[in-house]
């Protein structure tokens, strides 16, 4: 799976979700800090993490 952008850039990252939608933002933040993208990552990462703990909530047992 390549979640990177293709040749048509970071609009072709528009279409995807969840972490692949992370990877994309992420990949275009390496190429160039000025993409514009560092909100979209703080706001994915932050996603993520819940949905991690809320994962592990329910793997526990507890509710």
């Given at each position: 799976?390549?979640?990177a952008?293709?040749?048509?850039?970071?609009?072709?990252?528009?279409?995807l979700?969840?972490?692949?939608k992370?990877?994309?933002?992420?990949?275009?933040?390496?190429?160039h800090?000025?993409?514009?993208v560092?909100?979209?990552?703080e706001?994915?990462?932050?996603e993520?993490?819940?949905?991690a703990?809320a994962?592990?909530?329910?793997?526990?047992?507890?509710?």
């Amino acid at each position: 799976m390549n979640s990177a952008p293709d040749q048509k850039g970071y609009a072709s990252c528009a279409k995807l979700e969840g972490v692949e939608k992370y990877v994309c933002r992420r990949f275009a933040w390496e190429l160039h800090e000025k993409v514009g993208v560092k909100k979209d990552i703080e706001r994915l990462e932050r996603e993520i993490k819940n949905a991690a703990a809320a994962g592990a909530k329910e793997g526990d047992g507890s509710s």
